[in-house]
């Protein structure tokens, strides 16, 4: 079962921070986190394992909540290049797949 | 970086006909995988490989999709009778072990069914 994002799509102002959250029914190993361009294929940008870490560098960071099956992915002082769809992508058992969850859009306008 | 390489980039076949997509993944890698995204949609996961064999497959890979790796560098993915519906970007990944690396995406294969 795929993971859900919220929200589906998101427009900011240049330097403005946004949140993306994903949230799975399922008990989680790991969250993934990637951005797509259009045409493009996925960007990897982190990954969260199960112990509730936050990563991340100063403008894009993600935290876990294992007990939520829950993960939130932070952009701080947005630029025009965060534009793109994230995905977040979830690991439960088995370590075999990565499944993908439904997307959020985010576009960065000046 | 080390990089998947997929061919062709793009694709137009006949529906009925069989087609074949290409992935060389990175080359210590273990882990393979297909997904494809129909456009606008989200990313879906096909199938996995390692070790030679399917370690999972979703409920789209049915008896029309097949997967080999024949000669150890290369990663195809065959449809065996295209459909309409199978016109969508196909991305092959791979990863270097189990414990939670992170997916090695090649740039896709455009399929168009016609």
């Known amino acids: 079962q795929q993971p859900v994002q919220s929200p589906q799509a998101v427009i900011l102002r240049e330097g403005e921070d946004a949140v993306i959250n994903c949230s799975s029914s399922?008990?989680?190993?790991?969250v993934h986190w990637y951005r797509q361009k259009h045409g493009e294929a996925p960007v990897f940008l982190m990954i969260?394992?199960?112990?509730?870490e936050q990563k991340g560098h100063e403008k894009i960071s993600a935290s876990f909540n294992e007990k939520k099956q829950q993960s939130s992915l932070y952009l701080t002082a947005s630029q025009l290049s965060y534009s793109g769809t994230y995905f977040c992508?979830?690991?439960?058992?088995?370590?075999?797949?990565?499944?993908f969850g439904t997307g959020t859009k985010l576009q960065v306008i000046p | 970086e080390p990089e998947v390489t997929q061919t062709p980039s793009h694709q137009v076949t006949q529906m009925g006909q069989e087609v074949i997509l290409r992935c060389v993944p990175i080359?210590?890698?273990?882990?393979f995988y297909w997904y494809r995204q129909i456009l606008g949609q989200k990313v879906e996961f096909l199938v996995s490989?390692?070790?030679?064999?399917?370690?999972?497959k979703s409920e789209i890979f049915d008896d029309q999709f097949s997967v080999e790796r024949p000669d150890g560098s290369n990663f195809t993915l065959k449809i065996r009778s295209t459909k309409l519906e199978d016109s969508a970007m196909y991305f092959c990944?791979?990863?270097?072990?189990?414990?939670?690396?992170?997916?090695?995406f090649g740039s896709g294969t455009q399929l168009s069914v016609l």
């Open positions: 080359s210590n890698h273990l882990y």
């Open positions: 992508g979830t690991e439960s058992g088995g370590y075999q797949k990565v499944t």
């Open positions: 969260l394992l199960k112990g509730g």
């Open positions: 490989f390692y070790n030679n064999e399917i370690s999972e």
């Open positions: 990944a791979s990863r270097a072990n189990r414990e939670s690396e992170k997916l090695f």
């Open positions: 399922k008990a989680l190993y790991s």
